[in-house]
Each structure stands twice: as C-alpha cells, then as structure tokens.
C-alpha cells in the first residue's frame, strides 16, 4: 500500500486506525482519538469528552454560585458531560436522518438576537466578548448552526405535539390554590429623613414630626416634603408600591401594617434615617381569578408536558439507535442520569472493541455523513475538532423545562458555556 497516497474515505480512514497501519503518531494523540461514545453513524472522542468536561469546571468556577452548587457540578463533572454527549449525538443523529440543514441567515438572525439580549451595540464589543470567551466568529456561527439544527428537531418532534387545553389549566387552578393566593397588601409611599445629612437624631425627629404633621393637615406628600426637601433635609417622595408581609424591614412593616387607608405613620428609625410612611389603599388577601392567571398556568403546564414528551421521545431515540458506549471512568455512572431506565441496554466496550465498532463498514463508504468529525490521526493534542463534531459550544439541553426558543436558554449546571455576555 502506498501510505503517500490520499485516503478516499473516512471508512478507510478509520479501517487503517483500527487496523494498526496508519501513519506513526503519538501514544497522546491516538488516546485522545479514542472513540468513546457512539450513536448510529455519530461519534464522540476521549477529546471531545476532556474539552467540554474542561469547559464545564472552568465555567463553574466562573460563575456567581452556591458553593455547594458549584461543588457538586465538579465532582460530577464527567457524568454530567457524557450524559450530555449522549444527548447531542442522540438528537445529531436523529437531525441526519431528518435531512435537516440550517441557512446562513437562520445563522445571521440568530447571533443577531444574541448580541441585542447581551447589549451588545458595535463590533468592538461582539469581538471583545468573543474573546472574553475563548472564541472566534467562524467557531460561534459554526456552534450555532449546530444548536439551530438540534433545535429544529425537538421542534418539529416534540414541541409541535405540546397540547394543552382549557381544562387542563381550570383543573390545575383548582388543584393549587395556594399559588393564586395574595396575601393582605398595603400600597404605601415615604419620605425619609436622612442620617448622612441630618446627623443629629433630635434634628432627624423634628423634620420628620413636621413632615407628619403637614401631612395629617391634608398637604400632599410633595407639598409636605418641600421645604426640607430643598434644604437636603429630607428626600423626594417615594412609591413604595404594594407590599406584602416580609417585604419591609420588621420595624417599619410593624407601624404601619394596622393602619387604615389614607392614614400616617409615627415618624420610624429605620435603615438610613428616619422614615415617615403613609398608607395610599390596602387590599385583603384574595385569591385571584383564573382569567388572571390562565396564561401563567398554560405556559407552566407547557413546560411540564414539554418535559415529559422530551423524556419519552429521548428514550425512544435511544431504543431505536445503535448505541456504543466506552465512558473514561470518572463517567461511568453516566448512566444514572439516563431517566429512560433503558440505561442497561447501552453496551460496554474495550477501548479497541469501541473504536472497532465506531468504524463504518468497508461498503458504507463515505456515508459515516457529517456525524464522523473527530480529530485525524495526526491531530496533536489541545487542537480543536473540527466545526460541528461532538462537545460544541451551546448545544441544546433535550431535558429543560423550557421549549427550545431561537437563542439558546441560559445553562443550569451544563458543560455548555453560555452566550458572550455584555463587555465590561
């Protein structure tokens, strides 16, 4: 065989991996190559694994979270990762045989919306926030483009037979009564006394009692509030709005939660001065109406009949594809999180066993299709798969409670980073 002449295909590409023949490379590069998930003519590599597993810890530790959170993200930071690439390759693969392709201007519209949601104005932020990221242009339209397509295929298959009726919502509303429930309600408004311009607590009582006193007179708050106003010794009106129980600070909840519409508080040292607060309207607890709440309900009742059909159609891709699974051990329990119960059914392979059973048949050809992206050979170690394979930036999570809209929603504890976010 003439080793300097072009491979025809993939197939025989990776007949002469598994066969021992290609051309010398490192004991690195062939381990990172290591096929180590595959779903019908989709595949995963250790590499892929490793890099979005690394993604997944150095966003966690990134982001704003509970310690323990972000504690149990990376402990579980392997099985979460290939939970996940089973996933993807379950819906890239359902995606090929749908034959669904995605345009450049679903592309175009796409980032687009991105980039408004993230405030981002000019080019110089898009590009600062790419950076910020750890991206290129060409890598974030190439990641959307897959997000787009898996995206369509839960459309079309699972959020198209999302139905909801009246009934279901009446029935729910009668079912949850303490969810529509408002509880007593006081609309108030107040003006402060400020400690850091009245420093003296006598001074701070006496603006305040006049205030008081104004408005006990009938002045409205404004008028009451003007003189001390202008002299700095007392701020603007302001609309506190309805409040509930719990929303005020318990000193200033306890003057005024008796009083009667329309009436006025004793002048209360609260946090930075002394508040005067006057009742606008109250309101009892009530329960509200269903036609007040009917969307709120249809949209909850979505989300949960969305999570249901997602699991079932999940589990069914599983049943009917060819699944393949050797997982690095510190994701061997994948499996758990699997809620199909179909979990036993994924076979495990030897690392050569899997990489055998990955390669496509002599006869298949080229037919290994878009799903066979996986570093060649040669690949040296930390370089990127090529646009589209396994672990891409932002691709759907098949088990959110929410429908899948245009622009990817914000990952829960996911090996996904998000979207570029606003440039500081």
Same mark, same amino acid.
């Given at each position: 065989?003439?080793?300097?002449?072009?491979?025809?295909?993939?197939?025989?590409?990776?007949?002469?991996?598994?066969?021992?023949?290609?051309?010398?490379?490192?004991?690195?590069?062939?381990?990172?190559?290591?096929?180590?998930?595959?779903?019908?003519?989709?595949?995963?590599?250790?590499?892929?694994?490793?890099?979005?597993?690394?993604?997944?810890?150095?966003?966690?530790?990134?982001?704003?979270?509970?310690?323990?959170?972000?504690?149990?993200?990376?402990?579980?930071?392997?099985?979460?990762?290939?939970?996940?690439?089973?996933?993807?390759?379950?819906?890239?693969?359902?995606?090929?045989?749908?034959?669904?392709?995605?345009?450049?201007?679903?592309?175009?519209?796409?980032?687009?919306?991105?980039?408004?949601?993230?405030?981002?104005?000019?080019?110089?932020?898009?590009?600062?926030?790419?950076?910020?990221?750890?991206?290129?242009?060409?890598?974030?339209?190439?990641?959307?483009?897959?997000?787009?397509?898996?995206?369509?295929?839960?459309?079309?298959?699972?959020?198209?037979?999302?139905?909801?009726?009246?009934?279901?919502?009446?029935?729910?509303?009668?079912?949850?009564?303490?969810?529509?429930?408002?509880?007593?309600?006081?609309?108030?408004?107040?003006?402060?006394?400020?400690?850091?311009?009245?420093?003296?607590?006598?001074?701070?009582?006496?603006?305040?009692?006049?205030?008081?006193?104004?408005?006990?007179?009938?002045?409205?708050?404004?008028?009451?509030?003007?003189?001390?106003?202008?002299?700095?010794?007392?701020?603007?009106?302001?609309?506190?709005?309805?409040?509930?129980?719990?929303?005020?600070?318990?000193?200033?909840?306890? $003057?005024?939660? +008796?009083?009667?519409? =329309? %009436?006025?508080?004793? &002048?209360? !040292?609260?946090?930075? /001065?002394?508040?005067?607060?006057?009742?606008?309207?109250?309101?009892?607890?009530?329960?509200?109406?269903?036609?007040?709440?009917?969307?709120?309900?249809?949209?909850?009742?979505?989300?949960?009949?969305?999570?249901?059909?997602?699991?079932?159609?999940?589990?069914?891709?599983?049943?009917?594809?060819?699944?393949?699974?050797?997982?690095?051990?510190?994701?061997?329990?994948?499996?758990?999180?699997?809620?199909?119960?179909?979990?036993?059914?994924?076979?495990?392979?030897?690392?050569?066993?899997?990489?055998?059973? $990955?390669?496509? +048949?002599?006869?298949? =050809? %080229?037919?290994?299709? &878009?799903? !066979?992206?996986?570093? /060649?050979?040669?690949?040296?170690?930390?370089?990127?798969?090529?646009?589209?394979?396994?672990?891409?930036?932002?691709?759907?999570?098949?088990?959110?409670?929410?429908?899948?809209?245009?622009?990817?929603?914000?990952?829960?504890?996911?090996?996904?980073?998000?979207?570029?976010?606003?440039?500081?």
């Amino acid at each position: 065989m003439n080793r300097n002449a072009p491979i025809a295909s993939l197939s025989l590409l990776l007949l002469l991996v598994g066969a021992g023949l290609a051309a010398p490379r490192t004991a690195g590069a062939e381990l990172l190559n290591r096929i180590v998930l595959r779903v019908n003519d989709r595949i995963a590599t250790l590499y892929d694994y490793e890099k979005r597993k690394n993604e997944l810890i150095e966003d966690a530790n990134r982001r704003d979270q509970d310690p323990a959170d972000r504690k149990h993200v990376i402990e579980h930071a392997g099985e979460l990762v290939f939970k996940d690439l089973f996933d993807d390759l379950l819906l890239e693969s359902r995606a090929d045989q749908l034959g669904v392709e995605i345009t450049d201007q679903q592309v175009d519209k796409a980032i687009l919306q991105m980039r408004e949601g993230s405030g981002i104005k000019d080019e110089q932020q898009f590009a600062q926030a790419l950076e910020q990221q750890g991206l290129t242009e060409a890598k974030l339209r190439s990641q959307m483009k897959t997000n787009l397509r898996l995206q369509e295929v839960l459309g079309r298959e699972v959020t198209a037979k999302v139905k909801v009726d009246e009934e279901d919502l009446r029935k729910y509303y009668r079912a949850h009564p303490d969810e529509f429930r408002v509880p007593d309600q006081v609309q108030l408004r107040e003006v402060v006394v400020p400690e850091d311009k009245v420093p003296s607590a006598a001074e701070r009582a006496r603006v305040a009692g006049e205030v008081r006193r104004a408005l006990l007179a009938g002045k409205p708050m404004a008028e009451a509030v003007e003189p001390f106003h202008t002299q700095g010794e007392a701020s603007a009106p302001a609309d506190l709005g309805w409040v509930s129980p719990g929303d005020l600070d318990k000193t200033l909840e306890t $003057a005024v939660w +008796k009083l009667p519409k =329309g %009436a006025v508080s004793e &002048p209360v !040292a609260g946090r930075g /001065g002394v508040h005067v607060l006057q009742v606008v309207d109250r309101r009892e607890a009530h329960l509200k109406p269903f036609n007040e709440v009917s969307s709120a309900i249809d949209a909850k009742e979505r989300q949960r009949v969305y999570r249901e059909k997602v699991t079932e159609y999940m589990a069914d891709l599983q049943k009917q594809s060819l699944v393949v699974a050797q997982p690095p051990p510190d994701a061997a329990d994948f499996r758990k999180l699997i809620p199909s119960g179909d979990e036993q059914k994924l076979k495990t392979l030897s690392a050569s066993d899997a990489a055998t059973a $990955a390669a496509p +048949k002599p006869d298949e =050809g %080229a037919a290994a299709g &878009p799903g !066979a992206n996986v570093p /060649g050979p040669s690949a040296a170690p930390g370089s990127a798969p090529a646009p589209g394979s396994p672990g891409g930036l932002a691709t759907p999570k098949p088990v959110d409670a929410t429908p899948p809209p245009v622009i990817p929603p914000p990952a829960q504890s996911q090996p996904v980073p998000p979207p570029p976010p606003t440039p500081r």
